[in-house]
């Protein structure tokens, strides 16, 4: 099948070079360097949404929000006008489930199938083939999708009915959010009892504590190095959206709230595009204390 890639950013572009190492792919961004970038390496450049789509049978979408998808597809010169029955749209976005099976009604109705398959691993893991890839989506179009997700890591479960590679991205992100800001908590305060950040690291990671968290961030902070190049925004949006969903099934969310109050605060001190990684600094001062003196 002929594919195309819609969203050339830090995510989405890792995961259309895992597709080029074996599928001629179509490319679009909204930034024409970018796409420049990818011709240069054997894509094939698309002028707009439309003229990609007629050409695809396949199209991937990674982009920042779910209002960016529904721009992509609906919007003029977009995806939708290209379309014809049969086509498959694979939306690797970290979205909002409800808009995802918004979209995947009014596609329906013009026998166009959407699935939702959002990664979680980071560009590093998409770059590596070992990402994690949650499909949601009817049975028979993940069959069809998913040799080609393959060739971009083998990490695939399939979660159910469509949306649910969504709901299921948004728990772990809110989840690795959680483990992230609560780390930060205890180590500040383990450094304000005299430990040092290699001690705690050691003890920590051969012990119950042990987390993602603990695997990469304080090992990266003590070398001095970025643990993330993941923006303190797009988590935000993430833990915003899980604490929405617990609102509206009647989940409580307690935790993840203060994490998301703890997320603002940060966006609001160094903007959505800041790394991840400047929360600690945030968390060093309510602390009075340094991580790494």
Do not use: W
């Amino acid at each position: 099948m002929e594919l195309g890639y819609v969203g050339l950013g830090a995510m989405g572009g890792a995961l259309a070079r895992r597709l080029m190492l074996s599928h001629k792919l179509r490319v679009l961004d909204l930034r024409p360097e970018a796409v420049a970038e990818y011709a240069e390496n054997g894509a094939i450049p698309a002028q707009d949404g439309t003229s990609l789509a007629r050409e695809s049978d396949i199209v991937l979408l990674c982009l920042p929000r779910s209002a960016d998808v529904r721009e992509a597809i609906f919007g003029a010169g977009g995806l939708a006008e290209g379309l014809s029955p049969g086509k498959i749209v694979v939306d690797q976005t970290s979205g909002n489930p409800d808009d995802t099976r918004a979209m995947a009604a009014e596609l329906a109705e013009q026998g166009i199938t959407l699935i939702d398959a959002p990664v979680s691993g980071g560009p590093a893991g998409a770059d590596a083939g070992t990402i994690a890839i949650m499909v949601g989506g009817a049975q028979d179009a993940f069959a069809k999708v998913r040799p080609y997700l393959e060739s971009i890591s083998p990490n695939i479960v399939h979660c159910g009915h469509i949306g649910n590679g969504h709901v299921v991205k948004l728990v772990n992100n809110t989840i690795a959010a959680c483990n992230r800001l609560g780390m930060l908590e205890a180590v500040a305060m383990g450094r304000k009892y005299g430990l040092s950040l290699e001690t705690m690291s050691d003890v920590i990671n051969k012990s119950s504590g042990r987390s993602g968290a603990t695997e990469r961030l304080l090992p990266a902070m003590i070398a001095g190095e970025e643990s993330s190049n993941f923006a303190m925004g797009l988590m935000l949006k993430d833990v915003s959206l899980a604490t929405q969903l617990g609102l509206n099934c009647g989940a409580p969310m307690f935790l993840h709230n203060v994490v998301r109050g703890l997320l603002q605060q940060g966006v609001y001190e160094h903007g959505g595009d800041a790394n991840l990684d400047e929360i600690i600094p945030i968390l060093e001062a309510m602390a009075d204390t340094k991580f790494v003196e």
